[in-house]
């Protein structure tokens, strides 16, 4: 490796030569989202991948949604620059919980695209923040398991009116989202009275209460086309403030300056063009986890078609 900063062209021009298709979450730090090829939320990435021709796909995110990439996408290389990039969220929630839970009800466990995939093998559906309501209104039970993040999960329980049961309940929550201070939304929204706010539906009750919006990373990019608003106070990792500019030049995007994801930002300019250049570190799951996982993602197209 040539001493002196790795600049965003010449990450471009490694990826062309090793044919790899650069793949990022909305998270990513700015310098990474301009590499990118392509940019979205986890779900939308794993899907999108299946329809392109490259066999080689760097993944710039955190762990569980490289491992998504690869549970849709099994016969391609994926590779992530950095090992430990991780979602203490999904790291939360165990299969021994899930295993103790369904003891205990009678009922079917959706698990949020934010777990883990051996997690998800033993779920009934897979959902995302943007078809968490849609996909618990259509199972045909009142009563249903949902982890890990008890906030989405009290959200789909105020959307459906179902009784929704958190697994595994107090300690399944994203630190970003979950501690938004409601002091510093009401004074972002004194500050700009005009402005929408948009939330995360990770984020607690009390913030939500105070949204104009309230929806997943691609939900949010696509909102603005709904207003005639110029100013939004965006309540969710801060990475999503340079997707939302970049798609809305004459627009202001207001961001809470404590969210954010620190496993998102392992990535770097550095560690991205290393991995091109070593074509490491590939993402590995177990076949038949994979294969039990991919049959409840398959369940959530199913019902959300
Ligand atoms: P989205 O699925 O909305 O992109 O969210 C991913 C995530 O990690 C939220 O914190
Ligand atoms: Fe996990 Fe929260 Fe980071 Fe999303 S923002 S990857 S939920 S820790």
């Known amino acids: 490796l040539r001493k002196g900063l790795i600049t965003p062209e010449e990450i471009r021009r ?5 044919g790899y298709t650069i793949v990022a979450h909305n998270y990513q730090i700015p310098e990474l989202q301009q590499i990118a090829d392509y940019i979205g939320d986890s779900l939308q990435l ?8 490259s066999q080689k796909i760097l993944f710039l995110g955190v762990d569980f ?10 016969e391609r290389k994926i590779i992530v620059p950095v090992r430990h990039s991780t979602c203490p969220m999904a790291n939360s929630l165990e299969v021994k ?24 093998a033993y779920a009934d559906v897979v959902c995302t923040s943007a078809n968490a309501v849609d996909v618990v209104n259509k199972l045909d039970s009142d009563t249903v398991l949902f982890g890990p993040d008890k906030n989405l999960a009290s959200y789909v329980a105020e959307k459906t009116g179902k009784k929704i049961i958190p697994i595994p309940g107090e ?13 510093e939304i009401r ?11 948009m939330v995360h539906p990770e984020v607690p009750s009390n913030i939500r209460k105070l949204a104009d919006f309230v929806g997943s990373t691609s939900q949010m990019e696509k909102y603005p086309t709904t207003t ?24 202001k995007f207001i961001p809470v300056s404590s969210m954010v994801c620190y496993n998102m930002k392992k990535n770097t300019l550095k560690n991205t063009y290393l991995a091109l250049l070593e074509e490491k570190y590939e993402v590995l799951v177990d076949e038949d986890i994979a294969r039990k996982a991919r049959r409840a993602v398959e369940k959530m197209l199913e019902l959300t078609r």
């Open 65 to 74: 949604m490289a491992e998504m990439m690869k549970v849709l996408n099994p």
């Open 97 to 120: 919980d899930v295993i103790e839970a369904k003891q205990k009800y009678n009922a079917p466990f959706v698990v949020y695209v934010n777990s883990r995939t051996e997690v998800k």
């Open 46 to 53: 794993a899907r999108l991948v299946t329809t392109i021709p």
């Open 187 to 197: 004074f972002l929204i004194s500050k700009y009275p005009d402005a929408k706010v």
């Open 14 to 18: 490694l990826a062309e030569e090793k």
């Open 171 to 183: 300690t399944g929550y994203c630190y970003v989202h979950n501690y938004v201070k409601e002091d």
């Open 228 to 251: 005639d608003a110029k100013e939004f106070i965006v309540v969710t990792e801060v990475g999503m403030l340079s997707k939302l500019e970049n798609l809305y030049p004459d627009r």
